[in-house]
């Protein structure tokens, strides 16, 4: 079973960055599609972003789109979230996770089509 190990929360004034990085430790992790969620307090997880295999597509909610780039790096098994422009309505538990094999390249945005996710990291932002 794959493990996905995030790193890179942390508090932030609002404006700022962070980037948050997934480590997998599969050696098959370049064929799956990935994604990052988030999760607020009292709230569901919230799709944010999900990346291709090849890192060719990518998918982003509204809500984070052209603040956030998820991007990957297949030959250290990682996939990354630069986030930018940080408000304090993203602050969250941010997840990675992988999408079940069996959707391929689509990039789903349902929580219940991942089926690998790593333990969260908490991104808290500040005015």
Known sequence: QVQLVESGGGLVQAGGSLRLSCAASERTFST????????????????????????????????????????????????????????????AVYYCAAQQLRFGGYLLRGRHAYDRWGQGTQVTVVS
Do not use: C
């Open 32 to 91: 799956d599609t990935m994604g990052w969620f988030r999760q607020a307090p009292g709230k569901e997880h919230e799709f944010v972003a999900a990346i291709s295999g090849t890192g060719g597509s990518t998918d982003y909610a509204a809500s984070v789109k052209d603040r956030f780039t998820i991007s990957r790096d297949n030959a250290k098994n990682t996939v990354y979230l630069q986030m930018n422009s940080l408000k304090p309505e993203d602050t």
